[in-house]
Protein backbone atom coordinates (compact mmCIF):
# COMPACT_ATOMS: atom_id res chain seq x y z
CA UNK A 1 0.00 0.00 0.00
CA UNK A 2 3.07 2.27 0.41
CA UNK A 3 3.59 1.56 -3.48
CA UNK A 4 0.26 2.93 -4.08
CA UNK A 5 0.65 6.26 -1.94
CA UNK A 6 3.74 6.90 -3.83
CA UNK A 7 2.46 6.11 -7.20
CA UNK A 8 -0.81 7.82 -6.57
CA UNK A 9 -0.31 10.54 -9.50
CA UNK A 10 0.76 7.47 -11.95
CA UNK A 11 -1.70 5.86 -11.35
CA UNK A 12 -4.70 8.12 -11.50
CA UNK A 13 -2.81 9.62 -14.74
CA UNK A 14 -3.28 6.04 -16.02
CA UNK A 15 -6.91 5.86 -15.55
CA UNK A 16 -7.74 9.42 -16.82
CA UNK A 17 -5.99 8.76 -19.72
CA UNK A 18 -7.77 5.53 -20.20
CA UNK A 19 -11.00 7.56 -19.70
CA UNK A 20 -10.11 10.24 -22.39
CA UNK A 21 -8.71 7.66 -25.01
CA UNK A 22 -12.58 5.50 -24.25
CA UNK A 23 -14.62 8.91 -23.88
CA UNK A 24 -12.97 10.26 -27.28
CA UNK A 25 -13.63 7.51 -29.69
CA UNK A 26 -16.89 7.31 -28.43
CA UNK A 27 -17.86 10.73 -29.15
CA UNK A 28 -15.99 11.17 -32.56
CA UNK A 29 -15.67 7.33 -33.83
CA UNK A 30 -12.04 7.35 -34.24
CA UNK A 31 -8.83 7.64 -31.76
CA UNK A 32 -6.69 10.70 -30.75
CA UNK A 33 -4.45 11.74 -33.20
CA UNK A 34 -1.10 13.68 -32.80
CA UNK A 35 -3.04 17.05 -33.24
CA UNK A 36 -5.15 15.85 -30.25
CA UNK A 37 -2.46 14.85 -27.82
CA UNK A 38 -0.25 17.86 -29.21
CA UNK A 39 -3.15 20.39 -28.20
CA UNK A 40 -3.19 18.48 -24.79
CA UNK A 41 0.48 18.95 -24.44
CA UNK A 42 0.48 22.70 -24.82
CA UNK A 43 -2.23 23.13 -22.59
CA UNK A 44 -0.70 21.10 -19.79
CA UNK A 45 2.64 22.23 -19.71
CA UNK A 46 1.72 25.93 -17.87
CA UNK A 47 -0.08 23.91 -14.95
CA UNK A 48 2.92 21.18 -14.94
CA UNK A 49 5.27 23.87 -14.14
CA UNK A 50 3.45 25.71 -11.55
CA UNK A 51 2.30 21.98 -9.97
CA UNK A 52 6.31 21.69 -9.87
CA UNK A 53 6.94 24.62 -8.12
CA UNK A 54 4.11 24.15 -5.50
CA UNK A 55 5.06 20.78 -4.99
CA UNK A 56 9.04 22.07 -3.92
CA UNK A 57 6.89 24.36 -1.10
CA UNK A 58 4.78 21.57 -0.05
CA UNK A 59 7.82 19.48 0.75
CA UNK A 60 8.92 21.79 2.87
CA UNK A 61 5.63 22.06 5.06
CA UNK A 62 4.68 25.49 3.30
CA UNK A 63 2.25 26.43 0.65
CA UNK A 64 2.13 28.64 -1.88
CA UNK A 65 -0.69 30.73 -2.72
CA UNK A 66 0.65 33.47 -4.00
CA UNK A 67 1.70 31.38 -7.67
CA UNK A 68 -1.62 32.88 -9.14
CA UNK A 69 -0.43 36.22 -8.32
CA UNK A 70 3.24 35.56 -9.87
CA UNK A 71 1.33 34.13 -13.15
CA UNK A 72 -0.64 37.18 -13.72
CA UNK A 73 2.10 39.77 -13.36
CA UNK A 74 4.65 37.52 -15.48
CA UNK A 75 1.65 37.11 -17.99
CA UNK A 76 0.68 40.50 -18.04
CA UNK A 77 4.41 41.69 -18.80
CA UNK A 78 5.11 39.04 -21.61
CA UNK A 79 2.20 39.90 -23.61
CA UNK A 80 2.52 43.51 -23.11
CA UNK A 81 6.06 43.74 -24.51
CA UNK A 82 5.12 41.34 -27.35
CA UNK A 83 7.42 37.98 -25.30
CA UNK A 84 10.23 39.24 -26.75
CA UNK A 85 13.72 37.14 -25.92
CA UNK A 86 14.90 39.48 -23.58
CA UNK A 87 11.49 40.27 -22.25
CA UNK A 88 11.29 36.89 -21.18
CA UNK A 89 14.31 36.82 -19.33
CA UNK A 90 13.41 39.89 -17.39
CA UNK A 91 10.05 37.93 -16.70
CA UNK A 92 11.85 35.02 -15.17
CA UNK A 93 14.14 37.04 -12.70
CA UNK A 94 10.81 38.87 -11.87
CA UNK A 95 9.32 35.62 -11.17
CA UNK A 96 12.26 34.16 -8.97
CA UNK A 97 12.55 37.62 -6.79
CA UNK A 98 8.90 37.18 -6.23
CA UNK A 99 9.29 34.07 -5.09
CA UNK A 100 11.99 35.09 -3.05
CA UNK A 101 10.10 37.92 -1.23
CA UNK A 102 7.49 34.88 -0.10
CA UNK A 103 10.89 32.91 0.74
CA UNK A 104 12.58 35.77 2.97
CA UNK A 105 9.08 36.70 4.56
CA UNK A 106 8.48 32.98 5.77
CA UNK A 107 11.58 31.72 6.54
CA UNK A 108 12.92 34.79 8.46
CA UNK A 109 10.31 36.34 9.30
CA UNK A 110 8.51 33.35 10.49
CA UNK A 111 5.04 34.40 9.26
CA UNK A 112 2.85 31.45 8.26
CA UNK A 113 3.25 30.67 4.51
CA UNK A 114 -0.36 30.60 3.88
CA UNK A 115 -0.83 34.24 5.31
CA UNK A 116 2.55 35.25 3.30
CA UNK A 117 1.48 34.44 -0.16
CA UNK A 118 -2.17 35.15 0.21
CA UNK A 119 -1.22 38.85 1.30
CA UNK A 120 1.52 38.53 -1.89
CA UNK A 121 -1.30 37.41 -4.16
CA UNK A 122 -3.14 40.18 -3.49
CA UNK A 123 -0.10 42.49 -4.31
CA UNK A 124 1.26 40.63 -7.70
CA UNK A 125 -2.42 40.22 -8.98
CA UNK A 126 -3.45 44.36 -8.31
CA UNK A 127 0.65 44.61 -10.52
CA UNK A 128 -1.23 42.30 -13.47
CA UNK A 129 -3.91 44.50 -13.43
CA UNK A 130 -2.15 47.87 -13.30
CA UNK A 131 0.34 46.03 -16.37
CA UNK A 132 -2.72 45.18 -18.37
CA UNK A 133 -5.57 46.40 -17.68
CA UNK A 134 -7.58 44.58 -20.17
CA UNK A 135 -6.88 41.37 -21.93
CA UNK A 136 -4.94 41.44 -25.22
CA UNK A 137 -0.80 41.42 -25.61
CA UNK A 138 1.22 39.13 -27.98
CA UNK A 139 4.17 37.09 -27.97
CA UNK A 140 6.84 36.74 -30.76
CA UNK A 141 6.72 34.21 -33.16
CA UNK A 142 9.84 32.96 -33.42
CA UNK A 143 9.52 32.29 -29.35
CA UNK A 144 5.75 30.44 -30.04
CA UNK A 145 7.79 28.49 -31.97
CA UNK A 146 10.01 27.36 -30.02
CA UNK A 147 7.82 27.39 -26.61
CA UNK A 148 4.53 25.74 -28.13
CA UNK A 149 4.38 25.10 -31.59
CA UNK A 150 0.61 23.79 -32.52
CA UNK A 151 3.05 21.73 -35.36
CA UNK A 152 5.53 20.07 -33.77
CA UNK A 153 5.86 18.61 -30.18
CA UNK A 154 8.14 21.33 -28.82
CA UNK A 155 6.76 20.62 -25.36
CA UNK A 156 7.74 17.61 -25.10
CA UNK A 157 10.98 18.80 -25.01
CA UNK A 158 10.50 21.19 -22.31
CA UNK A 159 8.76 18.96 -20.33
CA UNK A 160 11.18 16.34 -20.62
CA UNK A 161 13.99 18.96 -19.96
CA UNK A 162 11.39 19.74 -16.20
CA UNK A 163 11.60 16.19 -15.30
CA UNK A 164 15.75 16.01 -15.73
CA UNK A 165 15.79 19.04 -13.40
CA UNK A 166 14.03 17.61 -10.92
CA UNK A 167 15.83 14.43 -11.19
CA UNK A 168 19.01 16.08 -10.80
CA UNK A 169 17.56 18.45 -7.97
CA UNK A 170 16.63 15.04 -6.15
CA UNK A 171 19.77 14.01 -5.82
CA UNK A 172 21.89 17.27 -4.59
CA UNK A 173 22.17 18.45 -1.04
CA UNK A 174 19.87 21.06 -1.66
CA UNK A 175 17.47 18.24 -3.02
CA UNK A 176 18.01 16.31 0.32
CA UNK A 177 17.79 19.20 2.40
CA UNK A 178 14.15 19.79 1.42
CA UNK A 179 13.09 16.32 2.51
CA UNK A 180 14.87 16.58 5.74
CA UNK A 181 13.13 20.26 6.35
CA UNK A 182 9.92 18.39 5.69
CA UNK A 183 10.22 15.65 7.31
CA UNK A 184 11.54 17.45 10.83
CA UNK A 185 12.68 20.71 10.51
CA UNK A 186 13.87 20.62 14.57
CA UNK A 187 15.83 17.65 13.82
CA UNK A 188 17.25 19.28 10.37
CA UNK A 189 18.34 22.54 11.64
CA UNK A 190 20.35 20.00 14.55
CA UNK A 191 22.30 18.24 12.26
CA UNK A 192 23.41 21.59 10.14
CA UNK A 193 20.91 22.15 7.67
CA UNK A 194 20.60 26.24 6.89
CA UNK A 195 16.70 25.39 7.17
CA UNK A 196 15.99 29.39 6.75
CA UNK A 197 17.96 29.70 3.35
CA UNK A 198 16.45 26.02 2.26
CA UNK A 199 12.88 27.44 2.16
CA UNK A 200 14.02 30.60 0.80
CA UNK A 201 15.74 29.22 -2.23
CA UNK A 202 12.34 26.69 -2.70
CA UNK A 203 9.85 29.81 -2.69
CA UNK A 204 12.01 31.26 -5.10
CA UNK A 205 12.21 28.09 -7.63
CA UNK A 206 8.26 28.14 -7.23
CA UNK A 207 8.47 31.66 -8.75
CA UNK A 208 10.73 31.17 -11.03
CA UNK A 209 8.67 27.89 -11.87
CA UNK A 210 5.35 29.93 -12.02
CA UNK A 211 6.86 32.44 -14.44
CA UNK A 212 7.93 29.49 -16.87
CA UNK A 213 4.30 28.75 -17.01
CA UNK A 214 3.00 32.40 -17.72
CA UNK A 215 5.37 32.66 -20.55
CA UNK A 216 4.06 29.02 -21.91
CA UNK A 217 0.47 30.34 -21.06
CA UNK A 218 1.23 33.14 -23.54
CA UNK A 219 3.22 31.43 -25.62
CA UNK A 220 0.04 29.12 -26.22
CA UNK A 221 -2.87 31.30 -26.02
CA UNK A 222 -0.98 34.38 -28.18
CA UNK A 223 -2.34 36.59 -25.49
CA UNK A 224 -2.70 37.61 -21.96
CA UNK A 225 -4.99 38.13 -19.60
CA UNK A 226 -4.22 39.87 -15.66
CA UNK A 227 -6.58 37.02 -14.55
CA UNK A 228 -5.09 34.12 -16.25
CA UNK A 229 -3.51 33.34 -12.90
CA UNK A 230 -6.30 32.68 -10.73
CA UNK A 231 -7.61 28.97 -11.71
CA UNK A 232 -3.81 28.18 -11.13
CA UNK A 233 -3.87 28.83 -7.46
CA UNK A 234 -6.22 25.57 -6.71
CA UNK A 235 -5.01 23.59 -9.38
CA UNK A 236 -1.71 23.48 -8.65
CA UNK A 237 -2.37 22.04 -4.91
CA UNK A 238 -5.11 19.94 -6.47
CA UNK A 239 -1.94 18.65 -8.75
CA UNK A 240 0.27 18.26 -5.34
CA UNK A 241 -2.94 16.39 -3.18
CA UNK A 242 -3.32 14.16 -6.61
CA UNK A 243 0.03 13.40 -7.08
CA UNK A 244 0.20 12.21 -3.62
CA UNK A 245 2.56 14.76 -2.22
CA UNK A 246 2.08 14.80 1.93
CA UNK A 247 0.83 18.08 2.98
CA UNK A 248 2.76 17.73 6.22
CA UNK A 249 5.94 17.75 4.25
CA UNK A 250 8.92 15.62 4.07
CA UNK A 251 6.70 13.13 2.05
CA UNK A 252 6.03 12.16 -2.05
CA UNK A 253 8.12 13.34 -5.27
CA UNK A 254 7.32 16.51 -7.71
CA UNK A 255 7.08 14.04 -10.34
CA UNK A 256 3.77 12.78 -8.73
CA UNK A 257 2.46 16.43 -8.97
CA UNK A 258 3.76 16.53 -12.59
CA UNK A 259 1.21 13.18 -13.12
CA UNK A 260 -1.24 14.76 -11.09
CA UNK A 261 -1.48 17.99 -13.24
CA UNK A 262 -1.55 15.97 -16.48
CA UNK A 263 -4.09 14.09 -15.02
CA UNK A 264 -6.41 17.14 -14.06
CA UNK A 265 -5.78 18.57 -17.69
CA UNK A 266 -7.39 15.35 -19.07
CA UNK A 267 -10.71 15.44 -17.13
CA UNK A 268 -11.28 18.97 -18.39
CA UNK A 269 -10.83 17.10 -21.87
CA UNK A 270 -13.01 13.66 -20.36
CA UNK A 271 -15.99 15.97 -19.35
CA UNK A 272 -15.69 18.11 -22.88
CA UNK A 273 -16.22 15.07 -24.90
CA UNK A 274 -18.74 12.73 -22.83
CA UNK A 275 -20.75 16.31 -23.31
CA UNK A 276 -21.12 17.15 -19.62
CA UNK A 277 -21.83 20.95 -19.25
CA UNK A 278 -19.77 23.50 -18.52
CA UNK A 279 -21.85 24.58 -15.49
CA UNK A 280 -21.16 21.71 -14.13
CA UNK A 281 -17.20 20.69 -14.78
CA UNK A 282 -16.52 21.86 -11.51
CA UNK A 283 -18.53 19.86 -9.91
CA UNK A 284 -17.45 17.13 -11.67
CA UNK A 285 -13.86 18.13 -11.41
CA UNK A 286 -14.14 18.49 -7.40
CA UNK A 287 -15.67 14.76 -7.15
CA UNK A 288 -12.93 13.44 -9.03
CA UNK A 289 -10.47 15.59 -6.78
CA UNK A 290 -12.39 13.90 -3.43
CA UNK A 291 -11.89 10.59 -4.81
CA UNK A 292 -8.04 10.69 -5.83
CA UNK A 293 -7.39 12.48 -2.41
CA UNK A 294 -9.25 9.07 -0.71
CA UNK A 295 -7.66 6.95 -2.15
CA UNK A 296 -4.19 8.20 -1.31
CA UNK A 297 -5.49 8.38 2.67
CA UNK A 298 -6.79 5.33 2.64
CA UNK A 299 -3.37 3.80 1.02
CA UNK A 300 -1.35 6.28 3.92
CA UNK A 301 -3.61 4.27 6.68
CA UNK A 302 -3.45 0.59 5.21
CA UNK A 303 0.32 1.09 5.04
CA UNK A 304 0.66 2.78 8.68
CA UNK A 305 -1.53 -0.27 10.12
CA UNK A 306 0.88 -3.04 8.24
CA UNK A 307 3.54 -0.91 9.66
CA UNK A 308 2.61 -0.70 12.59
Same mark, same amino acid.
Given at each position: ????????????????? %??????????????????????????????? %?????QSL?????????????VVS?????????????????????????????????????????????????????????????????????????????????????????????????????????????????????????????????????????????????????????????????????????????????????????????????????? %???????? %??????????????????????????????
Amino acid at each position: MRDLQDRLGYVVLAATA %LAYFAVYTTSLGRPPGSFDYLAILNTTMPLV %LVALGQSLVVLTGGIDLSVGGVVSLCVAITAATGGTPGWILAVLLLGTLCGLVNGLVVAYGRIAPILTTLATLSVYTGAALWVLPVPGGSIAPEVRAVLSNPNAPTGLGWLALAVAGWWVLRRTRFGMRVYAVGSDETAARAVGVPVERVKAKVYALSGLCSAAAAVFYVATTTAGDANAGAPFILTSIASVVVGGVAFTGGKGSAMGAVAGAVALTLVIDV %LFFAGIDP %LYQSLFQGLFLVVAVLLGTGAALLARRRSA
